[in-house]
């Protein structure tokens, strides 16, 4: 390209000098006669052929290197050639003094922008009484509601929300995890990373409205579970590698009422959260990533001296202590608390677990179901499994419209299975007693079909792929 | 995973695992569910992260593909592993001591041309502290880039142009709302800057479009810079040919 125009400049220079040397000759020489002009021309071996012709030609004054500099074809392999090869600069390249310097307002428009356009849903929970569904939207926040019944036609561009909760006030940023309260319709979401809030609306909110409560919760909650009976709310901690409790209407800065963390539990990275008040049984998905904490010395600043907060925040890591885990379900006693071991742990090769993120119970067919994110697939174990067992059903493949599920519903009063698929802005559903690879029994779609999510999600870095001229970014 | 690294010589993608206290490795055209091609994890390797990513401790890294070394803000420290290293290993040398004024090392990058390694240390003042590549043990930073003209309030990903001997830095703002953080820009500093200086160049809120950048990375073949902004789930390209 650089080539071209240089080519194409001394193109035009020698057409503008010809032009001029023209003009300039009839100036000069005025009223010359064809006869003069063509002997003139002769001598000069040229002959007038009716268009510009080349006079003289010059080499262009060398450039200051900005439009055409040499450019490598792979800018990354020269710079690290360059480093290797080249002197390094000795003394401040703009050459400004600091006492007098000022920074030079660079502001200006992107000239490209990745990211996604559409909602992408982490979490789902049904209201059974006003028949919503509620998606909670981790890509551009906030909670998107629909009928139950809402299906999505093929050739429909997606299906409008009844109503959206969103904007500033809500808080809600990076959330993860729904619970609908049966009775009342009050809706909890729990953020994940970034607000450190747990928020409760109230069922008939809309717009960007203020939560009727928040509570402030650990760092890195992900799952939620609420015991009814007990009035208790659990929530897992992913950085922390704990379950909470608190009580079910906690709010603001309350404390958690017991506090299940420690080697022993074998919580790894803890996600979905799963209550079996029948049976007594709290059940738990580990991704697996783990490491040691130093047992707290002092009240922590973090939690505000908080009894049963979990400890790591700012007691810290045991230095080099992280292990890799297989992924796993641990399961304890409903109460279980301190460093609790589990009574059974559903882990190992068969199992197909692989990032198992949030959990669903079927309590009358003793059923546990498993969002298997990277999976791409939703498992089904009994509640009583142990150790290395292969699922009892595996719903997976190409009809299912599965696409890195993480949200999961049980709705045993209808028969059906709801997923939230991070993967293609859909939510779908199932019979509960669904296998294989079977079609969706409806899909609420978000986005045109067949249009994938980019999956850029809190990104908190970037690398560029010089070689394969690429941008790299980690959620 | 809160960086990510590529390293142009060698054909490498380098991440953290904040959890599992790990340096993850990659070769370069990996995709799918694919292991890392080496894993730096273990007693012998000190990694505990930094405070002020609560949990998240292994936060950032870097790669120098011209020394062959793998670098890691650590708290109060500074790792160096040796690039191909693999396992349970000791790092090579360890930045640590009360010379070094290194608190909270968060987020850093290393400038191979100048023999520098420039640390964002998020402990108040938030600074940036400015290390000779080499150095070892309890040693005084060569220059710390803070104050109130900075503008420093906390620093996402660090980058360094070393042919200008540029560094790259994103800053998120300040903390409270998701919105309307204020202080929100990705700077541009030299290595050779010191004390309570402004950035030479700021990309921010108005046009720039920033809600709160955390990563940065460039490609100097088309004089561009990429910043990644967690607020926007995005990816955000600018022409900033005057750092090229």
């Known amino acids: 390209m650089c080539c071209l125009r240089r080519f194409t400049g001394n193109l035009r220079l020698v057409v503008l000098i010809s032009l001029i040397g023209t003009a300039g000759y009839v100036l000069v020489v005025g009223r010359t006669t064809r006869p003069a002009m063509i002997a003139a021309s002769q001598q000069a071996l040229r002959r007038p052929v009716g268009r510009p012709q080349l006079v003289r030609s010059e080499s262009r004054a060398s450039s200051d290197g900005e439009m055409c500099e040499w450019m490598p074809v792979n800018g990354q392999v020269t710079l690290a050639s360059a480093i290797q090869h080249q002197g390094r600069l000795n003394t401040d390249p703009a050459g400004q003094g600091d006492e007098e310097r000022t920074s030079i307002d660079a502001d200006r428009a992107p000239i490209r922008i990745i990211r996604d356009s559409f909602p992408t849903y982490s979490a789902v929970a049904v209201d059974l009484k006003s028949n919503e569904v509620y998606l909670q939207d981790e890509n551009l926040f906030g909670l998107k509601i629909f009928n139950r019944l809402d299906d999505t036609p093929p050739a429909a561009r997606f299906t409008e929300p009844k109503r959206t909760i969103g904007g500033l006030e809500t808080r809600l940023e990076f959330n993860c995890a729904l619970y609908v309260d049966p009775k009342t319709g009050d809706v909890y979401s729990v953020n994940n990373d970034t607000v450190g809030l747990m928020t409760v609306f109230p069922h008939d909110a809309k717009g960007n409205v203020a939560p009727m409560r928040s509570l402030k919760t650990p760092h890195g909650t992900f799952g939620i579970a609420v015991n009814e009976e007990a009035q208790e709310l659990f929530l897992t901690v992913q950085h922390d590698n704990a379950v909470v409790v608190f009580r079910k209407t906690a709010e603001k800065d309350e404390a958690p009422i017991r506090l299940l963390q420690g080697e022993q539990t074998r919580l790894a990275d803890p996600h979905g959260i799963a209550l079996d008040s029948k049976n007594n049984l709290l059940f738990v998905t580990n991704h697996g990533s783990v490491h040691q904490v130093i047992p707290p010395k002092k009240p922590r600043a973090a939690g505000s001296g908080k009894p049963n907060w979990p400890s790591g925040r700012l007691d810290g890591p045991v230095p080099g202590s992280g292990k890799f885990n297989p992924p796993s379900i641990t399961v304890y006693p409903l109460k279980a608390s301190g460093d609790t071991p589990p009574v059974h742990v559903i882990e190992g090769p068969k199992t197909q677990l692989n990032w198992p993120s949030t959990l669903a119970l079927y309590p009358d067919r003793g059923e546990l179901f498993v969002a298997n994110d990277t999976g791409d697939s939703i498992l089904v174990f009994r509640t009583t499994d142990n150790g290395d067992i292969p699922p009892l059903r595996v719903i997976k493949g190409p009809k299912t419209g599965l696409s890195y599920p993480t949200g999961l519903f049980a709705d045993t009063k209808n028969g059906e299975l709801w997923a939230a698929d991070m993967g293609n802005h859909s939510a779908t559903v199932y019979p509960l007693t669904a296998n294989g690879d079977v079609a969706p029994l409806r899909t609420v779609r978000s986005a045109p079909l067949g249009k994938a999510a980019l999956d850029i999600g809190n990104p908190g870095a970037a690398a560029y792929d010089s070689k394969r001229d690429e941008i790299l970014v980690p959620n | ?244």
């Not at chain 2, 964002?120 to 043990?137: H, S, Y």
């Not at chain 2, 060569?142 to 790259?168: D, E, F, H, N, V």
């Open chain 2, 1 to 244: 995973m809160h960086d990510i690294r590529y390293d142009p010589v060698h054909d490498e993608i380098l991440v953290t695992n904040p959890f599992a206290l790990a340096l993850l490795v990659f070769r370069g055209g990996a995709t799918g569910e694919e292991a890392p091609v080496r894993v730096i994890q273990g007693l012998r390797t000190q990694l505990i992260g930094s405070a002020s990513g609560g949990s998240n401790r292994v936060y950032r890294l870097e790669v120098d593909p011209i020394h062959n070394e793998i670098l890691v803000p650590n708290g109060d420290s500074i790792l160096v592993f040796p690039r191909e290293a693999s396992g349970d290993v000791a790092p090579v040398r360890v930045i640590r001591g009360a010379a070094t004024q290194l608190t909270d090392a968060n987020t850093l990058a290393v400038d191979p041309m100048h023999d520098l390694i420039v640390v964002g240390d998020e402990d108040r003042p938030v600074a940036l502290k400015v290390f000779n590549r080499t150095d070892n043990g309890n040693v005084k930073p060569r220059a710390i880039i803070a104050g109130p003209k900075t503008g420093l309030l906390s620093m996402g990903q660090i980058a360094t142009y070393p042919p200008k001997g540029w560094i790259l830095v994103c800053q998120p703002g300040k903390s409270g709302s998701e919105e309307d953080r204020g202080g929100v820009f990705l700077g541009v500093w030299s290595v050779f800057d010191n004390g309570d200086v402004p950035p030479r160049w700021k990309i921010g809120e108005g046009k720039g479009g920033l809600k709160r950048p955390r990563g940065v990375t460039f490609d100097p073949k088309h004089r561009e810079v990429m910043v990644a902004d967690m607020r926007l789930n995005a990816i955000l390209t600018f022409y900033f040919p005057e750092i090229f």
